[in-house]
C-alpha cells in the first residue's frame, strides 16, 4: 500500500505548495521519515517535484491577479547566489548532519505555524 | 508597498536562496512572512512567494542533479499527485482561510521534526 502513501504525500505536499505555504516540506516529510532516503537525495527530488507544481499555481495565481511581479526581480537576484551558496554547503555537510539540521529547521517552523494568530480582519484579501 | 522597506527585498531573497539551496525546501516556509514584512497582502504573499521559489528551485534543482545527488525518474512518481494538487491548492487560496491549514501543517512539521531528531 506504499503507492497510497506516495500519491497522498505528492497530493497534499503540492496543495500546500500551491497556497505559498511551504508545501515542499510534506514530500520532503514523506521521503526521508517514511522511505528513509537519504536527505540529499530527498532535497534533490522535491526540488524537481515542485517545478511543475510551481508552473500551474502560477498560471492560476496570475489569473487572479495574486503575484507582485516588481516584488520578485530583487528576491530572486540574491536568491541565485544563494542557492549556489546553500547547495553547496549542502553537499560539504553530507545527508547525515543535514537531515538533524532540518529536523531542527522543522521545529522552529513548526512552533511558529501553531502559534500563528489569524489576523483580525480574517478577510483582509478580498479587499483590491 | 512600504517603499521604505523595500531594499529588504534584496538581504531576504539571499536568505530564501539558501534556504532553498540548502534543504531543497523551506524558502517557501519563510519567504510569505519576509513578502508580508514588505508590504504585500496575504494571498498576495502566497502567490509571489511561489514566483520567487520557481526560478530559484529550477537552478536548485539543476545544481543538485548535476552533483548527481538524485535520480531525474525517480522524481516522476510523484508527478500525478503533484499536478492534481497544484490544481486543487491553487484553486483553494483565494477561497480559503490559511489558518486552519497552518494548524494542521504545524502539528505534521512537529511530528516530523521529532523523528528525523531522534532517529
Redesign the interface.
Known amino acids: 500500500m506504499s503507492w497510497v502513501w506516495a500519491v497522498l504525500a505528492s497530493f497534499f505536499g503540492a496543495v500546500i505548495s500551491a497556497l505559498g505555504m511551504g508545501g515542499g516540506g510534506i514530500l520532503l516529510i514523506y521521503l526521508t521519515v517514511y522511505l528513509g532516503m537519504s536527505q540529499l537525495e530527498a532535497q534533490g527530488i522535491n526540488l524537481v517535484f515542485f517545478l511543475p507544481v510551481a508552473a500551474v499555481a502560477l498560471c492560476v495565481h496570475a489569473k487572479h491577479k495574486l503575484i507582485r511581479w516588481k516584488m520578485v526581480l530583487p528576491f530572486v537576484a540574491l536568491g541565485l547566489p544563494g542557492v549556489w551558496l546553500g547547495a553547496w554547503l549542502a553537499q560539504k555537510v553530507g545527508s547525515e548532519l543535514l537531515s538533524k539540521l532540518f529536523g531542527g529547521f522543522l521545529l522552529i517552523i513548526g512552533i511558529r505555524e501553531l502559534s500563528f494568530k489569524a489576523p483580525d480582519k480574517p478577510d483582509q484579501n478580498e479587499q483590491s | 508597498?512600504k517603499h521604505h522597506k523595500?531594499w529588504l527585498?534584496?538581504?531576504?531573497?539571499?536568505?530564501?536562496?539558501?534556504?532553498?539551496?540548502?534543504?531543497?525546501?523551506?524558502?517557501?516556509?519563510v519567504?510569505?512572512p519576509m513578502?508580508r514584512i514588505?508590504g504585500?497582502?496575504?494571498?498576495?504573499?502566497?502567490?509571489?512567494?511561489?514566483?520567487?521559489?520557481?526560478?530559484?528551485?529550477?537552478?536548485?534543482?539543476g545544481?543538485?542533479?548535476y552533483?548527481e545527488?538524485?535520480a531525474?525518474r525517480?522524481?516522476l512518481?510523484?508527478?500525478?499527485?503533484?499536478?492534481?494538487?497544484?490544481?486543487?491548492?491553487?484553486?483553494?487560496?483565494?477561497r480559503?482561510?490559511?489558518?486552519w491549514?497552518?494548524?494542521g501543517?504545524?502539528?505534521?512539521?512537529?511530528f516530523?521534526?521529532?523523528?528525523?531528531?531522534t532517529?
Request: proline residues 4%; aromatic residues 8%; positive net charge.
Open positions: 508597498m523595500r527585498a534584496w538581504p531576504m531573497g539571499l536568505a530564501v536562496g539558501l534556504l532553498n539551496g540548502f534543504f531543497g525546501s523551506g524558502g517557501g516556509m519567504g510569505v513578502l514588505l504585500l497582502e496575504t494571498q498576495e504573499s502566497h502567490a509571489t512567494c511561489i514566483a520567487v521559489i520557481a526560478p530559484l528551485a529550477a537552478v536548485s534543482a545544481l543538485y542533479l552533483r545527488a538524485f531525474l525517480d522524481a512518481l510523484y508527478l500525478p499527485g503533484g499536478l492534481a494538487g497544484a490544481l486543487a491548492g491553487a484553486w483553494l487560496l483565494p480559503l482561510k490559511t489558518v491549514i497552518r494548524r501543517f504545524g502539528v505534521l512539521i512537529l516530523a521534526a521529532v523523528r528525523l531528531l532517529r
